[in-house]
């Protein structure tokens, strides 16, 4: 199973950015997917996530309204559009894959399969 992260970037705060994660040696339509980040010195984090159906979205409350995650069955990637982007979104994305169907609550912490991860910068 590979998860291939791309789209990360330095944008200036407001800018926006669109990641994307190529998935390939799986059954891409049966997993739920979800984004983490990583800042220096923190913990990896919830940012958003996508059921297998794609009905149900999630997503961590401080990029709500901001950050959108989507998938596209046919060609086995997600996406996570950024807008409005602030300093503190500035972190090392990574994409997940979870069997499990779903990102809501405790499945959070169960992913099954990890991608590189992809920096994003923030200016100030």
């Known amino acids: 199973v590979q998860l291939q992260a791309s789209g990360g970037g330095l944008v200036q705060t407001g800018g926006s950015l669109r990641l994307s994660c190529a998935a390939s040696?799986?059954?891409?339509?049966?997993?739920?997917f979800g984004w983490f980040r990583q800042a220096p010195g923190k913990e990896r984090e919830f940012v958003a996530g996508?059921?297998?159906?794609?009905?149900?979205?999630y997503y961590t409350d401080s990029v709500k309204g901001r950050f959108t995650i989507s998938r596209d069955n046919a060609k086995n990637t997600v996406a996570l559009e950024m807008n409005s982007l602030k300093p503190e979104d500035a972190a090392v994305y990574y994409c997940?894959?979870?069997?499990?169907?779903?990102?809501?609550?405790?499945?959070?912490?169960?992913?099954?399969?990890w991608g590189q991860g992809t920096q994003v910068t923030v200016s100030s």
């Open positions: 996508i059921s297998w159906t794609g009905l149900n979205t």
């Open positions: 040696g799986l059954t891409f339509s049966s997993y739920a």
């Open positions: 997940a894959a979870n069997r499990r169907g779903y990102y809501s609550g405790a499945y959070r912490g169960v992913s099954d399969y």
